[in-house]
C-alpha cells in the first residue's frame, strides 16, 4: 500500500502524462487528417502513435480503479511506452547537427542488419533443429542439464541464437553426459563454430562498415 502523499505524487503524476499523451494524440490525429495513407506509410509515426495510446492506458489505472494500481497488461504497456518515448526521443535527435548523422547512422545499421539476419536466421534454424534433434533425450531426462534448453525446437532455436554471440558452454554440454551422437555432435559443433560465430559475424561487420561509410559520404556531401 502507498502512504497518502505518494498516491497523490502518483495521481498528478499519471494526470500530466494522460494529459500530455492526449494533446499529442490530439496532434497525431490532425496529421493523420493532413497526410491520409501517406501519415501510415512512415514508421516513425507508427511509433508515436503505439506511444501515445500505450501511455494513455497506462496512466488511466490511477483514475478508473480505485486505488493506484495497473493491471499486469497496463504495467506491460508501461514498459512499453517508456521504451518507445526514448526510441523517440533518439528519433527527435536526428534533426539536430551535432546528433543527427549518428542516428542517421544508427537507422541505415538497423536496416542493414534486418535485411542480413535473413541470412542469418536460415542458418539458425539448420543448426538449431539439427542440435534439438542431437541433445533433445537429454535436456527431456535432466531439466538441470546443460542439454535443457534443447529439448524442444523453440528452446534449441533461441539457444543457438545466443550461441551465436559466443556463448557456448561447451564444457557442461559435451562433457556432462556421455554422447550417445559424439561424431556427429562434435563435427556440428565445429562446423557451427565456424559457419557462425566467425563467419557470419566477420560477414556482419564488413557489411556494416560499408554502411556507415556510404552513409558518412552521403550525410557530409
Known amino acids: ?23 499529442r494524440l490530439g496532434f ?8 491520409r495513407v501517406n501519415y501510415f506509410t512512415d514508421w516513425e509515426n507508427w511509433i508515436e502513435l503505439i506511444l501515445f495510446v500505450s501511455a494513455i492506458l497506462f496512466a488511466s489505472g490511477a483514475y478508473i480503479q480505485c486505488c493506484v494500481c495497473v493491471k499486469n497488461w497496463q504495467w506491460q504497456l508501461g514498459a512499453a511506452a517508456v521504451f518507445l518515448a526514448w526510441l523517440d526521443l533518439v528519433l527527435f535527435m536526428k534533426k539536430l547537427p551535432l546528433f543527427g548523422v549518428y542516428v542517421v547512422m544508427y537507422i541505415q545499421i538497423i536496416y542493414t542488419f534486418l535485411r542480413f539476419m535473413f541470412l542469418a536466421l536460415l542458418f539458425i534454424i539448420a543448426f538449431g533443429l539439427a542440435f534439438y534433434m542431437l541433445f533433445v533425450q537429454y535436456g527431456e531426462s535432466d531439466e538441470e542439464s546443460a542439454r535443457e534448453p ?69 550525410y557530409e556531401y
Open 1 to 23: 500500500e502507498y502512504s497518502e502523499s505518494r498516491r497523490d505524487f502518483l495521481r498528478v503524476a499519471a494526470a500530466v502524462l494522460l494529459l500530455f499523451s492526449v494533446v
Open 28 to 35: 497525431e490525429a490532425a496529421q493523420m487528417l493532413i497526410d
Open 150 to 218: 534443447f529439448r524442444n525446437p523453440a528452446r534449441s532455436l533461441l539457444k543457438t541464437m545466443v550461441m551465436t554471440t559466443g556463448e557456448f558452454e561447451f564444457d557442461t554440454i559435451f562433457f556432462d553426459t556421455e554422447l550417445d551422437f559424439a561424431v556427429v555432435s562434435y563435427l556440428l559443433w565445429i562446423i557451427f563454430i565456424i559457419f557462425m560465430p566467425v563467419l557470419l559475424t566477420n560477414l556482419l561487420v564488413n557489411f556494416l562498415f560499408v554502411c556507415l561509410t556510404s552513409t558518412l559520404l552521403v
